[in-house]
């Protein structure tokens, strides 16, 4: 059931009204960049004696099984822009959960 608009915090409703905007207009991904150091197998690189090379991933758990995709560093800044993002969507929704949570145990309250 909706909760009608008038019986939303104002803060709440800035919180709603944020996230929505992401969620609806913003390009965003689950996940976590990671970097990852290999070999590349050619015995004169630079890599064979110690300094390997650093590529970038997308890590995503899904369904207990992480996921790694690689990441070319031109698309670097647009991948943490959309983790940035999704970052965002989740943290307004904890921010509701609270705020509703803080208002169901007041209504637990004045039940008695």
């Not at 990441?71 to 969507?89: K, S």
């Not at 609270?98 to 209504?107: G, V």
């Amino acid at each position: 059931m909706a909760k009608p608009r008038n019986s939303i915090s104002a803060a709440e409703r800035e919180i709603r009204s944020r996230t929505t905007k992401i969620v609806h207009g913003a390009p965003l991904v689950r996940g976590c960049l990671v970097t990852m150091r290999r070999v590349c197998g050619n015995a004169n690189c630079h890599c064979t004696r110690g300094e390997k090379h650093a590529s970038q991933y997308l890590s995503q758990s899904r369904k207990g099984q992480a996921k790694l995709t690689y990441v070319p560093d031109a698309l670097l800044p647009q991948v943490r822009i959309r983790i940035d993002h999704y970052q965002q969507v989740q943290h307004g929704l904890e921010e509701i959960s609270d705020r509703q949570l803080e208002q169901l145990a007041e209504l637990k309250v004045q039940r008695g």
